[in-house]
């Protein structure tokens, strides 16, 4: 029987206007709510069953890939608690910053299954960012 707080969870997740994400072990996508289709532009559909590759801008894929694989031997991630910043890529190509965190999916022996990601788009802060960046350093008279 599904307890009403079930129901709730479920809603929750698929409802959420950030971003929430699981893949397995293999870095296929397994769970992609309605935040992730605003955030992505690819519905529930077309992202299940699919590699996280699909989210990650070409040149970056290595790097993710080594780190993701590490994870899954090893069931620890710093990105838990700490927050995560990377690009992402949307699907007409157009790049943003994504920040977010990770929870680890284990069996009941412990084993990881996979990983689950509140993603949320930080794009406009970092574009505000760099630009005082620049604006600091041309005030200053640096290159």
Same mark, same amino acid.
């Given at each position: 029987? /599904? ?7 479920? !809603? ?9 994400? #699981? ?8 769970? !992609? ?6 955030? #992505? ?10 590699? $996280? ?6 040149? #970056? ?21 700490? $927050?995560?910043? /990377? ?10 910053? *994504?920040? #977010?965190? *990770?929870? $680890? ?13 509140? $993603? ?5 802060? !970092? ?17």
């Amino acid at each position: 029987m /599904v307890s009403s707080f079930d129901v709730l969870a479920r !809603w929750l997740v698929a409802e959420a206007h950030d971003a929430i994400i #699981f893949a397995d072990r293999e870095g296929v996508i397994r769970l !992609w709510n309605r935040g992730a289709e605003e955030l #992505f532009g690819y519905t529930a559909a077309e992202a299940l069953g699919q590699s $996280l590759d699909l989210i990650i801008p070409e040149r #970056f894929r290595a790097r993710h890939w080594e780190g993701y694989r590490r994870v899954m031997a090893t069931g620890t991630t710093r990105y838990g608690r700490e $927050l995560l910043a /990377v690009p992402g890529m949307r699907r007409d190509g157009t790049r943003l910053s *994504l920040e #977010f965190t *990770l929870t $680890l999916l284990r069996d009941t022996e412990g084993t990881v299954l996979g990983a689950g990601a509140i $993603l949320r788009d930080v794009t406009a802060r !970092w574009e505000e960012m760099r630009a005082l960046r620049e604006r600091l350093a041309a005030l200053e008279g640096r290159p």
